[in-house]
C-alpha cells in the first residue's frame, strides 16, 4: 500500500490518500477544505476511492465528506458512533467501526485503535509501521481535552496505549502543527503530553 499526506485548509489539516497499488482500491482519511485537490491526487491510474476513513467528526476534518459522498456513488464513510453527536446529521452510507476492527482496502488491512479524548469516538488507523493519528497526537502534543465530548483521563489512557506500541512507528497527524511526521520513539522524550501520562495531576495540568 501506499499513501499520500496532502495538506489542506487554513488550520494546517493533514488529509490523507492511501491505496492499495494491487487493486487500486483507495481511501481518504479525513477529507476536508479543498476536495478538488485531494480528488486531483485520485488521477493516479487505476485508483478508485472506495473508502473515507474519519478520525473524528470536528467539522475542520469532514468538511469535504458530502463532496466525495455526491460525486462518488458506491463510496462509505467509516467512523466510530461516539462521534455521531457532533453531527449536524448523520452522513449517507456510513458503517461505524469498533476497537480492534480490521478494514480491508483491497488485498492490504488496517487495524483501528479507539483512542477517546480529544472527542469521545477518536480512533487511529494502524497499517504496518504507520499510525495515522487524527487529532489524537501531534508533534510536540496532544489534541485539546477542553472541547465538548474531551476528557483528560481519556486522553491519557489512549496515548499511554500509543506508548506502548513498537517505538519504530511512523506517526501521521492530523494537523502539521510542529511537522509532519515523527514516530514514538522520537516523541518520548520531546512530547510534553507523553513525559507526564505516568502522573494525572501533571498531565492534566499540561493539557487542560
Not at 55 to 69: G, K, Q, V
Not at 80 to 94: A, G, I, M, Q, S
Request: hydrophobic fraction near 35%; aromatic fraction near 10%; charge should be negative.
Amino acid at each position: 500500500m501506499k499513501y499520500l499526506q496532502i495538506p489542506v485548509g487554513p488550520m494546517e489539516n493533514l488529509s490523507y490518500l492511501l491505496w492499495d497499488e494491487g487493486t487500486g482500491s483507495a481511501a481518504v482519511i479525513d477529507p476536508a477544505w479543498q476536495p478538488e485537490l485531494i480528488e486531483e491526487k485520485l488521477k493516479t491510474p487505476n485508483i478508485n476511492l472506495d473508502l473515507i476513513l474519519l478520525t473524528h467528526a470536528h467539522p475542520d476534518h469532514i468538511n469535504a465528506c458530502s463532496y466525495f459522498l455526491e460525486k462518488y456513488t458506491n463510496l462509505k464513510i467509516l467512523m466510530h458512533k461516539e462521534e455521531e453527536f457532533l453531527l449536524e446529521k448523520p452522513f449517507d452510507r456510513t458503517e461505524y467501526l469498533r476497537d480492534g476492527q480490521e478494514i480491508k482496502l483491497g488485498d492490504e488491512k488496517l487495524t483501528v485503535l479507539h483512542t477517546p479524548g480529544h472527542t469521545p469516538g477518536s480512533v487511529c488507523y494502524l497499517w504496518k509501521n504507520l499510525l495515522f493519528t487524527g487529532d489524537t497526537l501531534f508533534l510536540g502534543c496532544c489534541g485539546r481535552v477542553d472541547l465538548p465530548g474531551s476528557d483528560p483521563e481519556a486522553m491519557r489512557q489512549s496515548l499511554l496505549r500509543i506508548s506502548r506500541l513498537s517505538e519504530n512507528i511512523e506517526l501521521l497527524p492530523g494537523h502539521a502543527y510542529n511537522g509532519f511526521k515523527t514516530t514514538i520513539k522520537a516523541q518520548k522524550p520531546a512530547n510534553i503530553c507523553f513525559k507526564y501520562l505516568n502522573d494525572k495531576e501533571d498531565f492534566y495540568r499540561v493539557v487542560v
